[in-house]
């Protein structure tokens, strides 16, 4: 399991999600799915 974590696979996509962590519109996109996210789970306990 440690060398799947080493992998070059994992080694790009860690340096891809750092690229996009960086991109504004992705992060806003983001921060917005998260807070809808929130209030869908407090629409279902209600």
């Excluded at 060398?3 to 519109?25: D, H, P, V």
Aim: proline letters at 0%.
């Amino acid at each position: 399991m440690g060398n799947l974590y080493e992998s070059k696979f994992m080694k790009a996509l860690q340096k891809f999600g750092e690229k996009a962590a960086a991109n504004k519109t992705f992060s806003a996109i983001s921060a917005g799915m998260m807070v809808s996210m929130g209030a869908i789970l407090v629409g279902a306990l209600f």
